[in-house]
């Protein structure tokens, strides 16, 4: 047969029609089926068994002289199919094998399907070799590969979530890649019991973590984290591509970190919040949620876990008209939700509260929060420039990180403003000191500062579990009990763990260490005076104790064990 008479046949099945398998009719018929199905025109040839699989394999093999293999030969656990997204090679009908360095080895069955090459290509950024199989056994692969991934889902989901409404907040269109993301039942479904799973279990954050071989999802939960699944490492894309798609994300940059909101509705009153963020790392987007509860922050001053002279220093200052408020502590110590504590106390119709935050973690009724966006310009000297031409009475920064803010926020404090405020130091006394060297003069910080409050979160003991813990008295001694405490007879507790608890701990209390500025810390701040005279003085003073002996308080008291006070306050 000529080259004319086939000149109207596309892809492989001209070298079937040239070879003399099909005849031009029903080659032609063939292809407009195979369009018309959706399905390669091979695998339309074989399941109609117009020609037989093993026939088809070897004339690819002779044509194009790609090297023929029995996919029978080989295991099912060994097959690369990581490295390429399901709805990827599904679609184009082949088979990631193995990848060697920079090359991945597709098995096909059609060698002319360039379209595939150049798909996988870019969006794996390997060199694509291909290997012909015979077209019977790739389809059974396939489907193989298609049920493990379902089942290897299916395990994890137990609960039925189609009365829970996970609302897309944010602004924007879903493209039709989004879509498809969405319309993926068994990914929605995991996704979503993940999250009503944290929110059940009192999780505080959320990582979906991408490795070279495995995917691990992990809790984090009383400030430490474990492991709750390890979903198959094929659906790592899939997995981030839906988290982004429902916190209104750009689904096809994978470069760069984003950062969005994903809202929960539970039911018609009550919504959650999720903070996401993502991050490119050398196997793929990490995706971390953190979970904004906002009833966290309306439980009142007494869920804090002040002491009574800690309270009674922290709402008298809360209280005053005007003077500066800061909390220091590291990331995770509960900062935001101290502050918000006393925005609720503070939040009333006859008072202008404005708070400056990066991000909103917290949203309140009442209160007028604005979004620190640095992308577009709008940094935290810039919100509070604008709060105090808006008529304030109360304004809360996020946290103070230069001395232009530094600088605003106290010049707010001392014209009749209360200005609430974070800093990163490890304790009160220097807090103090790291203002100085901010570049902010000693009298402006010693006539604009009412009261410091360092703080970190240690884990309860589960009441139902705890167990007194037997130590002799010089190990008390050492770990900071005074001779007066160790002889009346001390009684610590330790964790042991039941069904009720996380590993002998359920929820967390505050650890406090609060600093009045009182007349004689600020002459030793007017004095440029360095944290050990700050702390001394305050000792004198009697109304100050460090976050350790608040934390040894804690243990005597029976709220939490010796070995959780020395995780967070042992040097």
Known sequence: MNEDS???????????????????????????????????????????????SRKIALLAHQEFGLP?????????????????????????????????????????????????????????????????????????????????????????????????????????????????????????????KILLDAINSGVSDIHFEPYEKSYRIRYRQDGLLFEKASPPVNIAQRLSSRLKVMARLNIAERRVPQDGRIKLKVSKHQAIDFRVNTCPTVYGEKVVLRILDASAATLGVDALGFEEDQKELFLKAIKKPYGMILVTGPTGSGKTVSLYTALNILNSPEVNISTAEDPVEIQVEGIN????????????????????????????????????????????????????????????????????????????????????????????????????????????LEEGFSEAEVASGLTIYKAVGCDKCNNGYKGRVGIFEILPVSEGIAQIILEEGNAMQLKDQALKEGYYYDLRTAGLLKVKNGITSLEEINRITKD
Request: hydrophobic content about 40%; overall charge negative.
């Open 68 to 192: 023929l293999l029995d996919l029978d030969a080989l295991s099912k656990d060994s097959l690369a199919v990581n490295e390429v997204e399901p709805q990827l090679f599904n679609k184009h009908h082949v088979l990631p094998l193995v990848r060697r360095g920079n090359r991945l080895f597709l098995a096909a069955s059609d060698p002319t399907n360039q379209e595939a090459i150049k798909e996988i290509q870019f969006s794996t950024g390997l060199a694509i070799e291909i290997i012909l199989v015979e077209e019977e056994k790739l389809a059974s692969a396939l489907e193989d590969a298609s049920k493990s991934q379902e089942a290897a889902m299916g395990a994890m989901l137990e609960e039925n979530l189609e009365n829970i409404d996970f609302g897309l907040d944010g602004e924007g269109d879903i493209d039709e890649e989004g879509q498809a993301e969405i319309d993926e039942a068994p990914v929605v479904r995991f996704v979503n």
């Open 369 to 476: 929060q604005v979004n620190i966006n640095t992308a577009s310009g709008l940094h935290f000297a810039d919100a509070l420039r604008a709060f105090l031409r808006q008529d304030p009475d109360i304004i809360m920064v996020g946290e103070i990180r230069d001395l232009e803010t530094g600088e605003i926020a106290v010049k707010a404090a001392q014209t009749g403003h209360m200005v609430l405020s974070t800093l990163h130091t490890n304790d009160a006394p220097q807090t103090l000191t790291r203002m100085a060297n901010m570049g902010i003069p000693p009298y402006n910080i010693a006539s604009s500062v009412n009261l410091i409050m360092a703080q970190r979160l240690g884990r309860r003991l589960c009441d139902h579990c705890k167990e007194v813990e037997d130590l002799p008295r010089t190990a008390l």
């Open 6 to 52: 086939n000149k109207n046949l596309k892809g492989f099945s001209r070298y079937l029609v040239n070879a003399g398998l099909l005849e031009l009719e029903s080659a032609l018929e063939a292809e407009k089926k195979a369009k018309d199905d959706d399905v390669p025109l091979i695998t339309h040839v074989v399941r109609t068994g117009l020609v037989p």
